[in-house]
DNA sequence: CGGGCCTTTGACTGGTTTCAACTTCTGTGG
DNA sequence: CCACAGAAGTTGAAACCAGTCAAAGGCCCG
C-alpha cells in the first residue's frame, strides 16, 4: 500500500525499519474513482496526497467555466494546493482524478507534528518541495522561450506515459492551448519524422 | 545591513536577539554594480541571495543568443538556482544585477550547517521556498489561462515597482513576449482606461 | 553634443483561435 | 449483441492576434 512512497522516501532519505513504522502511522490510504474529488473550490485544503498509482489534476475554472488545468500528477508525484494547505484559506482550485487512483494522504495536523518529531522527515519534504519548484521553473523556462512543437516534445519526454492516461483536450489546457491547436501540432510533428 | 533580511526572518519566524545574532554569524553581505553577475552559466551555484536592496534576476541565453527572463527578485526577495543548489551541477542559468544592489547571502555549506543547528532557520527556508513555489504556480495559472492585457495588470499589482526600475524589453522576455507586442498591450491598456 | 539603446509605430507575415462539420471511439441501454 | 448518444479528436475556412522587419523618435550616458 506505501511501497512506492517508502521507495520515494529511501532515495531521497533513507529510513531505518523503525522510522518507517513511525512514519507510516501519520499516513492513512485513499482510494479515488475517475473524476472523483480530493479537493473543491471554496474548501480549505487539509492534507497532502501522494500518488502511489494513477493520475491526479490541479484546475481552476475560468470565467467562461473552461478548465485551466495547472499540474498533473502521477504515479510518484505530489498533490496538494500548497498556498490553501500552507495559509488555511479556501482553495481557488478543484483536484480530482483523472483515472483511479491511489493516494498516500497526509493531514496538515499530522504533517505539522511529524516535521517536529522526524527530521528526516523535515528533510524530506523540504527537498520535495525544492524539487517541485524547480519542476515548476522548468516549466516556466520552456512556456517563455520554446515553441509549441518543442514544448509538446518535452513533455513526452518528461512525462512519457501521459498521452495514453491523459486524454488530449486535458494535456491542451496544460500547455493553454485549445484542443485544435494541440491535435495540428502533433500532426506537424508526425510529418516531420 | 542585514534589517531587512531579519526583518523577513522575524514575520515569518520570530527570533529572539541571540538566535538572530547566530544566524547573522552565517551570513555575508555581497554589493553588485548593474550588470554584474551572481552567477554564470557553466558555474555551480553555491548560495542563495536575499535581495536587501535592489533588482536581480536569473534568466538563461536562447538559441539565438536571446535573454530569456525567468524571474525577477526585488527588494525582500530571494534569488538562486535552486537546482545547481542542490545538486551541485553546473548551472544552465545567469544571475545579475538589474540595478545596483544590495545582497545578503548565504553560501551551502553555511546553510546545510545552520539548517542542522537552527530549527527556525530550516522552518524559515522551508516556508520561503514553499512561497515561491506557490509564486510559480500562479504565474503558470495567469500564462496559461489569461490575456496578455490582464497578465500585465497581474504583473502589475504584483509588483507594482516594477515598471520604474526595469526595463521594458526585460519585463516583454520575462512575458515571453517581443518588446513591440507588450508595447502594444500597453497602449492597448491605456486607450480603455 | 553625439551615439547607442530603448520604445513606439506601421505594414506585412505567419500562426493560433474560433466556429462548424465530420469522424471515431466509448460507454450505455435496449 | 447491436444501436445510439455523447464525448473526443481531426480537419477546413475565416478572423484575429502576435511575430517580424524596418524606421523614426526619445532618452540616457558617456
Redesign the interface.
Known amino acids: 500500500m506505501f511501497e512506492r512512497y517508502f521507495q520515494h522516501f529511501n532515495e531521497t532519505v533513507p529510513l531505518t525499519a523503525a522510522e518507517q513504522e513511525f512514519i507510516k502511522s501519520y499516513l492513512t490510504v485513499k482510494k479515488l474513482r475517475k473524476r472523483q474529488y480530493l479537493l473543491q473550490e471554496g474548501d480549505v485544503c487539509n492534507c497532502v496526497a501522494f500518488v502511489e498509482k494513477g493520475v491526479m489534476r490541479l484546475y481552476?475554472l475560468?470565467d467562461d467555466g473552461?478548465e485551466?488545468?495547472?499540474?498533473f500528477a502521477t504515479d510518484g508525484y505530489f498533490i496538494t494546493d500548497?498556498?490553501s494547505f500552507?495559509t488555511n484559506e479556501p482553495s481557488g482550485y478543484h483536484i480530482d482524478a483523472v483515472e483511479d487512483s491511489e493516494l498516500v494522504i497526509i493531514t496538515r495536523s499530522a504533517s505539522d507534528e511529524l516535521r517536529k518529531l522526524s527530521a528526516k522527515y523535515?528533510e524530506f519534504?523540504?527537498?520535495k518541495?525544492?524539487e517541485?519548484?524547480?519542476q515548476?521553473?522548468r516549466?516556466?523556462?520552456s512556456?517563455?522561450?520554446l515553441s509549441l512543437e518543442d514544448r509538446y516534445k518535452e513533455l513526452l519526454t518528461n512525462f512519457p506515459d501521459i498521452i495514453h492516461r491523459v486524454p488530449q483536450h486535458m494535456i491542451a489546457?496544460?500547455?493553454?492551448l485549445t484542443p485544435e491547436t494541440l491535435s495540428r501540432v502533433r500532426k506537424r510533428i508526425t510529418i516531420q519524422n
Open positions: 481552476r475560468g473552461a485551466n488545468i495547472i499540474v500548497l498556498y500552507i523535515q519534504i523540504f527537498l518541495t525544492s517541485a519548484y524547480i515548476l521553473e516549466r516556466i523556462t512556456v517563455i522561450s489546457s496544460y500547455m493553454g
